[in-house]
């Protein structure tokens, strides 16, 4: 079967797998689609793996991000939010807070604080600077040999 994402990307489902067969996140949350890393340098723009990465914090923190094509964030911008996501998630509250304190939009900290079920859900995921999360083989329980990028893409 074919795919498609809103970037005029497309691929074909080369297998389908049990979920339990699906590569994990450290928390034991399964990942629903394994793009081939092959198709990646040829197939995909740079604003496709940005969006990956600026996603995942997005998803982490429980907000909404939009950002211009040519006049938004940068790389930079985006391994910082990466960051914060990291701390939300896989540090305590006052930690989290007497470190961003001076540096994220007080009405922002007020969200994060009153909804710590996000926090909760990705609690235990160490997510680098670079978006890359380390995972497990859904079949052996094992790690890959090294960290995997994870986001969240719009397929159809």
């Known amino acids: 079967d074919k795919m498609a994402g809103r970037h005029g990307n497309k691929g074909v489902v080369s297998r389908v797998l049990p979920v339990e067969d699906m590569p994990f996140l ?4 399964p990942l629903d689609i394994v ?19 600026l996603s995942l914090a997005a998803r982490v923190l429980g907000i ?26 896989n540090t305590s509250w006052e930690e989290f807070e007497a470190k961003y304190k001076d540096q994220l939009d007080p009405d922002l ?17 160490p997510i680098n600077r670079d978006g890359k999360v380390r995972l ?19 397929y159809l």
């Open 136 to 154: 497990r083989d859904g079949r052996s329980g094992e790690y890959f040999d090294g960290p995997v990028t994870v986001g969240f893409m719009h």
């Open 64 to 89: 909404d991000i939009s950002t211009p094509v040519f006049d938004g964030a940068n790389e930079f911008d985006i391994m910082d939010t990466l960051e914060v996501a990291n701390d939300y998630a």
């Open 35 to 53: 793009l081939n890393p092959l198709g990646v340098p040829s197939r995909m723009n740079i604003g496709q793996v940005l969006e990956i990465h």
């Open 109 to 125: 900290l007020d969200y994060l604080k009153n909804h710590p079920e996000n926090r909760e859900d990705w609690k235990g995921v």
């Open 26 to 29: 450290p928390n034991g949350r």
